[in-house]
């Protein structure tokens, strides 16, 4: 007999907004660019952690995202461990896009190795583990758009082989001053049933 | 739990292009390292003539109509999709770094983001299933073999195609020199003389299911697998080994089997200074020091999202014919702890195997193999 598994509790950050569980966290009220939004939002959040401001797009909005997902927990995730697997459809264009302009003109060659480690999409994930000293198992996915088909038997897979105890999932993605988080926790309380029909409705919200 | 079982393998690299081909080349000592003039810089790579891999490629369908990576994964899945006559509906799995990340200094770029790519190989085959792409650094072609038995043991697929691959750029080879991680001669993992990685170009598929391969001399049981992150650096691996040594325990431990079973590792040895000094400190904890350990890299390069696969293959042939390949480029030791690493062709009977890869953002992979007698 399989356990049930809940979604127990999820993020949303897009258009200046985060919302937990549903409800509105933290809005900016007028247009402004991801750079300005997220300092306002690391402040909002309370999250003292200067690595942040060295990290690429795509590591800032998972961060944020995870931050405001675990200070609503009452657990040290350090002790919980919990598995990583992240998803998006650009992988790390953004951060591909400044390494390809540095490197452009042979006469002004300067690739820099502080950009150049964050065109890999699977940054996001260390950029996580090492904030929450996360030892566990992680995945990056890439797919033109959020499968929650898959990855909702790949998470309880993690779970029924207890190769995790939680599951954070979600779908991060960062082009061009566009952004788009969502973020959830797999677990085995809650009241939202771990189903892909309810992360569609949910991702939608 | 469900046995889950690779039954059939092909590979592409400038040793040949097919499995067969890559062994007998590895077993004369073969390299496909060469010293190269097509990039910003000479610089040592294992690549790929494109010339060859379009003359294979116009038997099967236009050149001119697919990337050179993309090219390199549809010739390798061909022989897979025949032989097993596999139906429209089976999953696909495409493990790469930086898919067609040569084509963004293009006016026109064609297919730059990686499910692009996904999707020109499920066109050209005619699946019918939306890929899922795994993009997790130099762990992915390993990962991607883990994802496929896991989701082939929650019971969703019957079974799965896995196709890895990456090709040599500029960007890449432009940011590991930023690194100074690039070799300025062959590289030479765990030897003390080691400079950094040589890149490499490489396409590997599996066939992965639940039905054992009817021809017995083909299966290898996936056993158990780990990919557990380091959590202590994006760039760097971590000092203590942490995150390889719990991948092998986790691999070890769903497999139930123990550690004095396992007659030999196909490592990752990428013969960066930290990487095979982590890679030591890591199987000496896991009490692996004295099994016979090679890195592959010498011959292929690092082929990046392919080399965890192509790897496994290798590993799969070695297995089958009871032969370990020496681990070219290593002479004398080069890292703090012990390890066996293989210095000649040796003839072992070989039951259980273990591969490992760690990559960027701390992240690591290690699976156990069982050959099926």
Redesign the interface.
């Known amino acids: 007999m399989k356990k049930p598994y809940f979604i127990s509790d999820y993020v949303s950050i897009w258009k200046n907004t985060l919302s937990l569980n549903g409800e509105t966290l933290f809005n900016c009220s007028q247009e402004t660019s991801f750079k300005d939004f997220s300092k306002s939002l690391y402040k909002h959040i309370d999250m003292n952690y200067p690595k942040f401001y060295k990290m690429d797009n795509l590591s800032k909005l998972a961060l944020l995202a995870t931050e405001a997902l675990f200070k609503n927990k009452n657990f040290n995730p350090e002790e919980e461990n919990i598995a ?1 697997t992240l998803s998006n ?3 790390s ?1 953004d951060t ?2 400044k ?2 302009d ?3 003109d ?1 006469t002004n ?1 300067f ?3 502080a950009v ?2 964050y ?5 996001c ?3 996580i ?2 904030k ?13 758009s959020f ?1 929650p088909d ?1 990855i909702t ?2 998470a ?3 779970l ?2 207890g ?1 995790a105890k939680k599951v954070l999932c979600g779908w991060v993605e960062y082009t061009d001053d566009n952004y788009e988080a969502f973020i959830y926790l797999v677990d085995e309380e809650g009241t939202l049933e771990h189903r892909s029909e309810t992360l569609k409705k949910l991702y939608l919200e | 739990m469900r046995e889950v079982y690779i039954n059939d393998s092909n590979c592409i690299t400038p040793l040949g292009f097919d499995v067969q081909a890559n062994f007998d080349a590895l077993l004369e000592g073969k390299s496909g390292i060469v010293k190269s003039t097509d990039f910003h810089k000479a610089v040592y790579v294992s690549k790929i003539d494109e010339q060859l891999l379009n003359k294979s490629f116009a038997e099967i369908g236009d050149p001119s109509a697919y990337t050179k990576l993309e090219k390199m994964l549809i010739l390798t899945l061909k022989p897979l999709v025949s032989e097993y006559s596999i139906s429209k509906d089976t999953p696909l799995i495409v493990s790469t770094t930086k898919g067609n990340i040569d084509e963004l200094h293009h006016t026109n770029p064609r297919r730059i983001l990686l499910h692009e790519v996904a999707q020109a190989v499920t066109d050209f085959f005619g699946l019918t299933q939306q890929a899922i792409v795994i993009s997790n650094a130099c762990v992915s072609g390993l990962l991607s073999v883990a994802v496929a038995k896991r989701m082939i043991q929650a019971g969703v697929y019957e079974g799965a195609l896995v196709v890895a691959g990456d090709i040599i750029s500029e960007f890449v080879l432009s940011g590991f020199h930023s690194f100074q991680a690039i070799s300025d001669t062959p590289c030479r993992p765990y030897d003390e003389s080691r400079k950094g990685i040589t890149l490499g170009e490489a396409a590997a598929a599996v066939y992965i299911s639940t039905v054992k391969s009817k021809n017995p001399t083909q299966a290898v049981k996936i056993s158990g697998d780990g990919a557990i992150n380091d959590a202590n650096h994006i760039s760097g691996p971590s000092r203590t080994g942490e995150g390889l040594y719990k991948s092998i325990l986790a691999a070890l431990e769903e497999a139930a089997v123990d550690v004095t079973a396992v007659d030999f590792i196909s490592a990752h040895g990428t013969a960066t200074h930290y990487n095979d000094e982590m890679e030591a400190i890591a199987f000496n904890r896991a009490s692996l020091e004295h099994v016979p350990l090679n890195s592959l890299k010498g011959y292929y390069g690092h082929t990046l999202g392919a080399s965890g696969l192509l790897e496994t293959i290798i590993s799969i042939e070695s297995a089958f014919r009871n032969v370990l390949i020496p681990s070219v480029g290593y002479e004398t030791s080069g890292i703090s702890q012990p390890l066996n690493i293989i210095k000649n062709n040796q003839q072992k009977d070989i039951k259980y195997f273990l591969k490992t890869a760690s990559g960027f953002g701390g992240c690591n992979t290690a699976v156990l193999f069982e050959k099926i007698a």
């Open positions: 990583l459809k650009s992988g264009l591909d896009l390494h390809q540095s490197i452009a042979e060659f690739p820099s190795p150049f480690v065109t890999l999409a699977n940054i994930l260390g950029e583990s090492i929450y000293k996360l030892q566990t198992e992680n995945a990056f996915f890439v797919s033109e499968q898959f038997v790949y309880e897979q993690l029924q082989t190769k």
